[in-house]
């Protein structure tokens, strides 16, 4: 049996189960079907079935469990219900990718620079055993590259690039550095203590991106949105502390409780004329003046 073969299998396996709990007979005659209808034979018995779900978890971490009161195997979401969602993302763009026998006829790619998630095992390694690393950074403001000692806490995702969160050696402070502007990773054999009441979720809780609370208290933030932007407003939500205020054919209003940082600001610049800042004076005043700054560069 080829290894394309057994992937396949595995595929038909995970997609079959995530949409409904299945007895070992229901998935076999899905495989049976399957076989007719690709031309391969994922037809298997008991005991291979077993292998696959062992398998399955090893090489992708994804669990099929048994529930024997209904005699069903399915996946469980309830436990970390994110990272289950990414992982089984993750393999279907896997399966996509590898089942494509010419993938520049099907899939055109974004043109970026790698990520940087060669460095995510590494990271994640140092982290969980609280090891200094040591890289070269560069920001995108600065043309010059430094060299950081930092204490690894946790990685963060955001607008699809991927940061690790770290107290810096040199100022003590904790900062985000971007995977993709870092290079020469060093886990070094040190060790640092994580602060024991440090926790990622609730540093960024009030956070809109990477960038850390700038403010003792986050502010309560009003914004109005043209009908049709709203649209989106409400299916990607800006934050988890979004409340909608006002939802007709005029505006979409929402509030936010946030701490007004450079990355939010920077998304609000990206709804252009599409939105609108109702409070805090502060945030609409700065708003105001970025608009005609743009406006002066035009006129």
């Excluded at 992708?60 to 005699?71: A, E, H, T």
């Excluded at 974004?110 to 890289?135: C, D, S, V, W």
């Excluded at 990607?236 to 990355?263: A, C, G, K, M, W």
Aim: glycine share 4%.
């Amino acid at each position: 049996m080829s290894k394309k073969e057994s992937i396949n299998r595995y595929n038909i396996i995970v997609n079959y189960i995530r949409k409904r709990p299945s007895t070992f007979k229901e998935i076999q005659d899905k495989l049976a079907l399957e076989s007719e209808l690709q031309d391969y034979d994922f037809n298997i018995s008991k005991r291979t079935f077993q292998r696959d779900l062992k398998d399955i978890s090893s090489i992708f971490n994804i669990d099929i469990k048994y529930d024997f009161s209904l005699k069903k195997y399915y996946i469980d979401f309830e436990e970390e219900p994110d990272v289950k969602g990414r992982v089984l993302e993750a393999f279907d763009i896997f399966n996509a990718l590898n089942v494509s026998d010419r993938l520049s006829d099907h899939i055109h790619f974004e043109n970026r620079k790698p990520q940087g998630t060669e460095h995510l095992y590494g990271l994640l390694h140092a982290i969980k055993n609280q090891m200094l690393i040591r890289f070269n950074h560069q920001k995108f403001w600065e043309d010059h590259v430094t060299e950081r000692q930092v204490g690894p806490y946790a990685l963060k995702e955001f607008k699809n690039r991927w940061y690790v969160i770290a107290k810096d050696r040199k100022d003590g402070l904790t900062k985000s550095f971007g995977l993709d502007r870092l290079s020469d990773l060093e886990i070094t054999k040190a060790k640092f203590e994580k602060p024991l009441d440090f926790s990622v979720n609730t540093h960024f809780k009030y956070c809109f991106g990477v960038v850390g609370p700038n403010a003792k208290s986050p502010e309560k933030i009003v914004l109005s949105f043209t009908p049709f932007q709203g649209k989106y407003i409400k299916t990607l939500p800006l934050h988890h502390t979004q409340e909608v205020l006002i939802d007709n054919e005029e505006e979409f209003r929402i509030s936010l409780q946030l701490y007004i940082t450079h990355d939010f600001f920077m998304e609000l610049r990206s709804f252009g004329d599409d939105v609108e800042v109702m409070q805090p004076e502060q945030l609409r005043k700065r708003m105001t003046l970025n608009a005609e700054e743009v406006f002066n560069m035009y006129d």
